[in-house]
């Protein structure tokens, strides 16, 4: 039975404005509350069954980190097992559904989630996760539904892939699921990348074992709670909050594993792939590896750039969701001759810049994830205040009394190479180096070389023929590249998303490409009319008609 039609198409879904008196800002504040004043239990999800352990831990408010807002169970290996046996034994009548059988779960999802399931979600976004209501928005609301929709459509372009045939014969392509299961791991700082992550692969027909982070795990079980909604069968996604490591060493150590979908940092991939390849000859098949990593996001300002467009590019692209983003703006090269103006309106803005409790809506910077995260960005401020070659010039405020906050950093460098224009932070902070306009070209050079990683990168300038100078050597420096905007915000079906180098393995979340990892197609060929000889025309005798 066929469930969607074979040429859907999605759009995007619109961001709502969440204005004073209007019915979504309503609905969302009573919805904040309640899941504010009522606590919750967070259970492993195993073949469906709620499972809960001895070993807990608390989910907090960043902002406000003695509220709890949710008790996490956490797996053991022996529930990490059984969450594989449950992945390999639902995929066996998953992958026999249709994928228009697939698609209809997504779509429920998607529908649901734009309407009686927003404000749920974007309310334990911002709580769980210190996101300011836009962030929320854009996150958990818009960019899930988008993933949700998007795949299906690309699902059937993919389908609708199928070889020629010639007269007699009928080639078709199979696109069947990987042989095994996916391990999904998600990041904390967006609850779509969660939600993606764990149904790409399912949609294909694939089953998953989902260790969320635990700072990110209220809105994702919030996604799988979703997801059931809408028809999901019990065991295709198994919930395995846990200790990293020893979640990770039990599912790389099955047989059936068949792919890992990662999101996190580059020595955490690092250690997986090579924890992978040591096992090798203990899996079934060759995982698949997709990981997106880590960033150190560049601006470069050419001299003819629009000041007013470049200060509010640094300002939402370094400090939206406390520079949270892999795409963050995190180093900036601006020419002399602007930086005085840049300089003057980026102060004058970050003057204005609300931060604290994200349950005000005035708010446009909530808190760092936790203690960790706090610390180490705390770290780096304070390394710089005691270093010569740096000069704080707004921010380096950081207090942890109530929630771990750190007001938003601009720090001017003199030295092009400097840590703080090489190193991924992952927080408030943007590196600055001022450098002399007719040293344009080798700037250029200077972008390119300076961090290992090749994620989001921007260029501002009013001349053309600049644009094309950074288009041609940058090419290399970043995986999703933006003129005269800031390097973040990506939007599902326009700006697939993913960098290369130490950045990961660019297949491009949000487009067709991450969607045919998870496949391994089959050709099949059908000979309708088989031959009965096996000799050819090249073979006949010499007295054969024709001959002398």
Known sequence: MSYIHKTFKASNEAVLAYRPGSAERSGLEQELARQYGEPIEIPLVLGGKRVQTAQREPVVCPHEHRHVLATLHQATPLETRQAIDAAVSAQREWSRRTLEERSAVFLKAADLLAGPWRARLNAATMLGQSKSVQQAEIDAACELIDFLRFNVQFAQEISQQQPLSSAGVSNSMDHRPLEGFVYAITPFNFTAIGGNLATAPVLMGNAVVWKPSATAALSNYLVLQL???????????????????????????????????????????????????????????????????????????????????????????????????????????????????????????????????????????????????????????????????????AGGDCDDTQGYFIAPTVIEVSQPDHALMREEIFGPVLGVYVYQDALWEQMLQTVDQTSPYALTGAVFAQDRSAIQQAMEALRFAAGNFYINDKPTGAVVGQQPFGGARRSGTNDKAGSALNLQRWVSPRTVKETRVPPRDYTYAHMQLRGCAGWP
């Open 227 to 393: 997801l059931e909604e809408a028809g999901l069968p019990p065991g295709v996604i198994n919930f395995v909050p846990g200790e990293p490591v020893g979640v990770s060493a039990a599912v790389l150590a099955s047989p059936h594993l068949a792919g890992i979908h990662f999101t996190g940092s580059t020595a955490v991939f690092d250690r997986l792939w090579l924890q992978t390849a040591q096992n090798l000859g203990h899996y079934r098949a060759y995982p698949r590896l997709v990981g997106e990593t880590g960033g150190k996001d560049f601006v470069l300002a050419h001299a003819s750039a629009d000041v007013d467009a470049l200060a509010v590019g640094l300002l939402r692209g370094a400090f939206e969701y406390q520079g949270q983003k892999c795409s963050a703006a995190s180093r900036a090269y601006i020419a002399a001759s602007i930086w005085p103006h840049v300089k003057a309106r980026l102060l004058e803005m970050l003057e204005t810049v609300r931060m604290g409790d994200v349950r005000d809506f005035q708010t446009f910077m909530g808190a760092v994830i936790d203690s960790k995260a706090y610390a180490r960005i705390k770290g780096c401020i304070d390394a710089a205040r005691a270093d010569a070659a740096c000069r704080l010039i």
